[in-house]
């Protein structure tokens, strides 16, 4: 249809706030080259999106360009507006929007609202479809893709039927930098005791502005080593985290979809709650869900 | 005993972490000048207090001082050890720390450790011991002091028994000056449906990091409008701060002791939650403190 047969190869480019990730992917199906860098979609001056896609092209090849990520929002290159759910990969092909007809295409990201839900996501359908289509997952499914904004994501027959977004990853940072806490939290986060200790902590439920000031008084009066301040800020809040989560699908299987850095916080977090997780690498789940994607073009 | 009475007449200092407010008290009790500015403690450069002490000499007169406030912390001019709850007037004035014998003293804050809970106050404190030493509050009641800390306490028999921080104050500037919420957060919070709306959501007690990415969907899914966003954001933190504080002393009669900008917030939050606060000037409460404080001295 668009005379160019995506099956020959194209270029899958996960374009996120600050950071992108592309992949060349040949006509097997197989990466078969790939580089990250800093210019996310806010490194990006306005009206520059066409040399910065360009300058992919030509280190990866001129090849077709399938694009995922916040470079679809509001903010990015064009808006690829947000498809409601229940969603899956024909939902979100039906919804591409095309940069230039055939040539360059963006994902729509995803959301929900009603019964008292609101809530956006973007950049991480393309992994769920993937993981989906390649098997990674079942087709009902209760999945943790952990991240700035961590996403709890429920599947029924193969589509995202609802999601809750827990902005973990963006609350660990921002007081980390700033703020009463900051002095405190310069240590690496380990998955020790007190890791342990502020995730049940955050599993109980009280508020996160009194548990967090709490961190800097035990500090302050010797009941909690500076050192281990980080790694109970970190358990503290996934543990609150989980607690969203578990309140979404209590006693399913519970996959953590990601990178393996933050994965694998969550699987210590998720063994204090009781429950044992697997987990899936994001980027294998990505290049699947580009690789679906781009099967369905004509 | 120390060759100088302070009936005659004494300033005291609310020295904060960002700005300090001065007050020249006379031997009546009266406060006859003051002045307010930004040399908080982290605008003092390390050997700089004596110098910033004599600044405000100079401005209100050639009396001693009665400083509270961080200027106590282990970051200020002389650290003043925390007073372990329950503590009242007769515990700080025992405990005040004297960095110029009859000239210049600085307030101790208050401290509470153990059976799960730890936290500390430094500043609040003498606005406690105020309010009761002028009988704004009985003696036994159940205070809360808005701030950027703010500060559930209840006091029993004239004493701090025990209190709870919840950084709302701290996390609101966080989330409005960075971060994902930042760019809809600009609006003034007006006390209407959207703050109250915010409240009874915190009041329910979910994950803030959850509920804070919520109000970033709703605006950009059109069910909240962007000129809310701030109202409803307060109110969120309030609510789930207010649940913190109910959940101390549900059914007493809440006091809100502050800065009356703040009070009236936590007032009409406290409204939504079905409660009458009344409230007090933090203000007077300071004053009262001091000159209670003062009147202990030999």
Redo the contacts between chains.
């Keep these: 249809m668009w005379g160019m047969p995506w099956t020959r190869g194209f270029i899958a480019v996960d374009w996120g706030t600050t950071n992108r990730r592309a992949y060349r992917i040949d006509r097997q199906g197989e990466c078969t080259a790939s580089f990250e860098d800093g210019q996310g979609m806010l490194s990006v001056a306005p009206g520059g999106f066409p040399a910065a896609a360009e300058a992919i092209r030509e280190r990866l090849g001129d090849e077709p360009l399938l694009l995922a990520g916040m470079v679809g929002s509001t903010r990015g290159w064009v808006e690829a507006p947000?498809v409601p759910c229940p969603a899956g990969l024909d939902e979100l092909a039906a919804h591409l929007v095309w940069v230039e007809a055939g040539q360059v295409a963006i994902v729509p990201g995803m959301?929900i609202?009603g019964a008292g839900?609101?809530?956006?996501m973007r950049g991480e359908e393309i992994q769920m479809v993937g993981a989906l289509a390649a098997g990674l997952i079942p087709s009902d499914a209760f999945v943790c893709h952990p991240g700035t904004?961590n996403k709890w994501v429920t599947v029924a027959d193969n589509r995202i039927r609802t999601f809750?977004?827990?902005?973990?990853g963006?609350?660990f940072n921002?007081?980390s930098e700033?703020?009463?806490l900051a002095e405190m939290i310069g240590e690496k986060v380990t998955l020790g005791e007190a890791f342990r200790d502020g995730v049940a902590r955050g599993l109980d439920?009280?508020?996160?502005?009194?548990e967090?000031?709490?961190v800097?008084?035990?500090v302050?009066?010797g009941?909690?080593r500076r050192a281990d301040a980080a790694s109970f800020t970190s358990g503290l809040?996934i543990g609150?985290?989980i607690?969203?989560g578990l309140g979404m699908a209590r006693g399913a299987e519970m996959i953590l979809l990601g990178r393996p850095e933050l994965t694998r916080l969550y699987a210590a977090g998720a063994a204090v709650a009781g429950h044992v997780a697997r987990e899936i690498d994001g980027e294998t789940a990505f290049l699947a869900g580009a690789l679906a994607l781009a099967r369905t073009l004509p």
């Design positions: 947000y959301s609202l839900q609101a809530d956006v904004h809750r977004t827990v902005m973990t963006e609350m921002q007081i700033r703020g009463t439920g009280a508020a996160l502005t009194a967090l000031f709490s800097r008084a035990r302050l009066l009941d909690l809040l609150a985290d607690k969203v």
